[in-house]
């Protein structure tokens, strides 16, 4: 399995991106699909997790209400809409894939990670 994200860039404080995850290979039939993210010096942390049927998706307080995963199982894509963002969410973005469908929170469910994709939120 291969993930592929891109997307990031450089945004103003407010503004908006949409990051794109595209998985390929030999992936199960249904699988959860989640972002995480990883500042300088900090841990990789949770971002949000949605699972094959679009239901059951959840995010981490800090996103909530700002920021909206959603997935195109045709195109095997997963998406991460973030709007007003702000500078403590500069950070490298990663997406990840759970061929067991969890829909967990926890980095070690996911055994297929993307290579990152930054993103750089001025103030």
């Known amino acids: 399995v291969q993930l592929q994200a891109s997307g990031g860039g450089l945004v103003q404080a407010g503004g908006s991106l949409r990051l794109s995850c595209a998985a390929s290979?030999?992936?199960?039939?249904?699988?959860?699909m989640g972002w995480f993210r990883q500042a300088p010096g900090k841990e990789r942390e949770f971002v949000a997790t949605?699972?094959?049927?679009?239901?059951?998706?959840n995010y981490a307080d800090s996103v909530k209400g700002r920021f909206t995963i959603s997935r195109d199982n045709a195109k095997n894509t997963v998406y991460l809409q973030m709007n007003s963002l702000k500078p403590e969410d500069t950070a490298v973005y990663y997406c990840?894939?759970?061929?067991?469908?969890?829909?967990?929170?926890?980095?070690?469910?996911?055994?297929?990670w993307g290579q990152g994709t930054q993103v750089t939120v001025s103030s």
């Open positions: 990840a894939l759970d061929l067991s469908n969890r829909g967990a929170r926890g980095s070690h469910y996911y055994a297929y």
């Open positions: 290979g030999r992936t199960s039939r249904s699988y959860t």
């Open positions: 949605i699972r094959w049927s679009g239901s059951g998706d």
